[in-house]
């Protein structure tokens, strides 16, 4: 049954051929169709799979698998001497329990390198398949056996204890460890269920967020295990629903919303032999207030003359205040050895903190100094040196070389669009507290972006390399920047992308609402005519920390927007607004508190800027935009100047109120709804509806079956905007999650974009 349409309601798109270019002649050889960008691996090119570097010299191991067979094989391969050795042969992991050969999707040798652990025939846990099956292979009798009746469920982060004598998993938000001389297993925790207690993994809000999925560690000796235990009994059910059968299919989790309830967190510590658990008293479980709420990171300190401790990373609510703490693993007893406190929030990544080999040393990452820096303490929370200092961004840490005292690292030193790598010297004398040894080193030597993976050894380097005309290769490079040889160089593909007229990004500055310089880039047509007037759509992303305006290649997103770009005689530019990343802490947290207000406003300005251009027609300007881009293009078209300045907007799985989002994310830059009311109030797009003025035509497209930004946003907002009587198109793709992929979904998606940016602007 269908209505007939009003002003006062969404205007549905229809569907429409799969590619608009097929209807036009073109005039030069070759032309991008949205089918080659989004139905085809035509311009994917090739990748240098990799694998993990084994512990010395230019050697990894990677997995192959055998079209003859259908086995997989683990093989060793030198990068240097091009030697491969096939380790397991993958026509003899024939699976007993379950009558076929087995696949190795990941594995894990023992310290001894005697046995394997296999994992296989996994299955997705929200983002990555982190629940499936294990087998132990033994190299000397060729035996391959489960490593637990798969009746019993999934197995998830299973481990090698340090003698390997031992292995312990999680089954069903429980702890096992099992005896591999008898192969009998033990539960070492009982009271994980459904809907309350998590032993050893993580909650929906834990893995999005902080990026915690393993939840557990042997101690370096074998004797304990450190894990996470959760209680989410206090937090809210979310469900969605998928409407795509004869009877709706519901999904539950837990999505705790901004300021809602969390997870209880603790750390616990099991004696494996005895099975007692003790837990250490963080002041984050049962204990209500603010002041201690998460638990983001945990792990053990290098075995040093007898002592190993838990460390834990503690935060409060609103992310702000960090405490670094030790654990007894004996007592239970914690310490605080560091204490970090800002005004916005404490980024605390993977390589927050890192502990040397040495056991008496970590590495600290801290944006302290007012930017993210590299620093050396001891085990007493002593700051020995600044290992890094200067107005500029450690981007990612690599690692120490301790034999040669060399630290690494990726940074942004040049300027924020690029990454080189660099080492630098870390001799210093012990309290010498502040003080840098040596200036960095760089490492690479092409301008772009390096992204770099360093050998065990820390003798070679991995270098895959892109700028915004030229696609990833991969090449072997000697830590001191040598390069050996090109691993994948993706010739093909830059054959193929020659035969294009690709619009090459000028980068420039434009002004932010406060007058503050804001980085962009500019993408001109071919045959661009500076007497012409062009239409101009802006790209945004926007969030804290992220950059859309990087000297990287852009894959997918880049081509469609070359395609625009030729295929419609548009300008593109993108601009990172304040808020966004490798220019500092004050630069990133100008938006705290201020979620889309900020970033709105530079926006606007910029596009201000843009229009006065001789060759950018003021009057015809768009903004796009995916996940927090797609709030911001509506914070854009709807706020201060924005409906005069923005014609058309497509806004792709929103946030619409930082209401409906989750607490980790967005209190740690929006505090509570309750601290900041104004904040959330003057944020939130739904309230300014009524501001979409009759010139600009906006799209709303969202997955209705997004477990992160969930399809209740976009439902509000089209709520808000059919109370205020504002015409306006709505996609929506059934089942879809906030990716809108699969099948000709990306197809689909982007020809729907590119019809309605060519009818409207």
């Known amino acids: 049954m269908t209505a007939p349409l009003s002003v006062g309601f969404c205007v549905v798109i229809l569907a429409f051929g799969a590619d608009t270019s097929a209807a036009r002649q073109v005039d030069v050889p070759r032309s991008l169709t949205l089918t080659d960008i989004h139905d085809s691996q035509k311009f994917d090119g090739k990748f240098f799979a990799g694998g993990r570097w084994a512990a010395e010299g230019p050697v990894i191991r990677y997995t192959e698998s055998d079209e003859e067979d259908g086995g997989t094989n683990l093989l060793s391969y030198n990068l240097e001497t091009d030697e491969r050795h096939v380790l397991i042969d993958g026509s003899i992991l024939f699976g007993i329990d379950v009558d076929r050969l087995i696949a190795i999707e990941n594995y894990a040798f023992s310290a001894d390198n005697t046995k394997v652990l296999i994992y296989t025939d996994s299955e997705r846990v929200w983002r990555l398949p982190t629940k499936g099956f294990y087998y132990i292979y033994e190299f000397e009798s060729g035996d391959l056996t489960p490593l637990s009746d798969r009746s019993q469920g999934f197995q998830m982060f299973a481990k090698f204890s340090p003698d390997g004598n031992s292995v312990a998993f999680v089954r069903e938000r429980n702890l096992f460890v099992v005896d591999l001389e008898s192969m009998t297993e033990k539960a070492l925790t009982t009271d994980g269920a459904d809907g309350s207690i998590i032993n050893g ?290 010739r093909a593909l830059k054959k193929e992308l020659s035969e294009y007229n690709l619009p090459e990004p000028q980068f420039f500055t434009v002004p932010s609402a406060d007058g503050t310089s804001l980085n962009a880039y500019l993408m001109k047509p071919s045959d661009f005519d500076s007497e012409k007037s062009y239409p101009l759509l802006m790209y945004v992303y926007g969030g804290p920390g992220s950059q859309t305006v990087r000297d990287t290649w852009g894959d997918s997103r880049y081509l469609w927007h070359a395609y625009l770009v030729e295929e419609l005689d548009i300008l593109i530019a993108s601009v990172d607004n304040r808020g966004t990343g490798a220019r500092g802490k004050k630069f990133k947290s100008m938006t705290y508190e201020r979620l889309g207000q900020v970033e709105a406003a530079d926006q606007i300005a910029a596009a201000k800027h843009l229009g006065s251009l001789p060759y950018v027609d003021g009057d015809r300007i768009g903004i796009w935009g995916w996940s927090y881009g797609g709030y911001i293009t509506l914070m854009s078209m709807l706020t201060g100047e924005g409906p005069d300045v923005f014609k058309v907007g497509v806004s792709v799985a929103p946030v619409t109120d930082w209401r409906l989002y989750d607490t980790i994310y967005t209190e740690r830059y929006m505090s509570t709804p309750e601290k900041n009311k104004a904040g959330y109030g003057e944020g939130a797009p739904i309230n300014y509806a009524k501001n979409l003025s009759e010139r600009q035509k906006l799209l709303i497209i969202h997955g209705d079956y997004d477990d992160n930004v969930h399809f209740q946003n976009s439902v509000q907002m089209i709520d808000a905007l059919q109370a205020a009587n504002k015409p306006f198109s709505f996609m929506m793709y059934p089942g879809r999650n906030h990716g809108i992929s699969g099948g000709k979904t990306r197809l689909h998606l982007f020809t729907a974009v590119t019809e309605f940016i060519k009818e409207n602007l």
Request: proline content about 3%; charged content about 20%; hydrophobic content about 35%.
């Open 201 to 490: 993994t993580f909650d929906w809000v834990y893995e999005e967020e902080f990026g915690l999925r393993d939840g557990w560690q042997w101690s370096p000796d074998g004797r304990f295990i450190s894990y996470f235990k959760l209680d989410e009994s206090a937090t809210r059910d979310f469900a969605m629903t998928d409407l795509r059968g004869q009877y709706p299919d519901y999904d539950h989790f837990r999505y705790p919303k901004a300021g809602e309830s969390n997870s209880e967190i603790q750390i616990g510590i099991i004696d494996v032999g005895t099975g007692v658990s003790q837990f250490i008293d963080t002041d984050t479980w049962h204990e209500g207030g603010d002041q201690y709420e998460y638990i983001s990171r945990m792990g053990w300190t290098p075995l040093t003359d007898g002592q190993q401790w838990v460390w834990m990373i503690r935060l409060n609510r609103y992310q702000n205040n960090l405490d670094l703490l030790l654990g007894d693993p004996e007592s239970a007893t914690p310490s605080i050895i560091l204490t970090e406190k800002e005004s916005s929030w404490i980024s605390v990544g993977e390589s927050k903190i890192t502990f040397l080999k040495d056991g008496n040393h970590f590495v600290w990452m801290s944006e302290t100094s007012g930017f993210n820096h590299l620093y050396l303490y001891d085990l007493n929370g002593n700051q020995i040196s600044a290992i890094t200092a200067g107005e500029w961004d450690v981007t990612a840490f690599h690692g120490i070389d301790e034999e040669n005292q060399l630290a690494y690292f990726t940074a942004a030193i040049n300027n924020p669009l690029e990454r080189q790598l660099y080492s630098i010297s870390i001799e210093a004398e012990a309290g010498d507290e502040g003080a840098t040894t040596s200036h960095p080193v760089r490492v690479t030597d092409k301008a772009g972006s390096h992204s770099v993976n360093l050998s065990s050894d820390f003798s070679h380097f991995i270098d895959s390399y892109s700028n915004t005309t030229s696609p990833r290769s991969w090449t072997l490079h000697r830590s001191n920047g040598v390069q050996i040889k090109v691993l994948e160089g993706n």
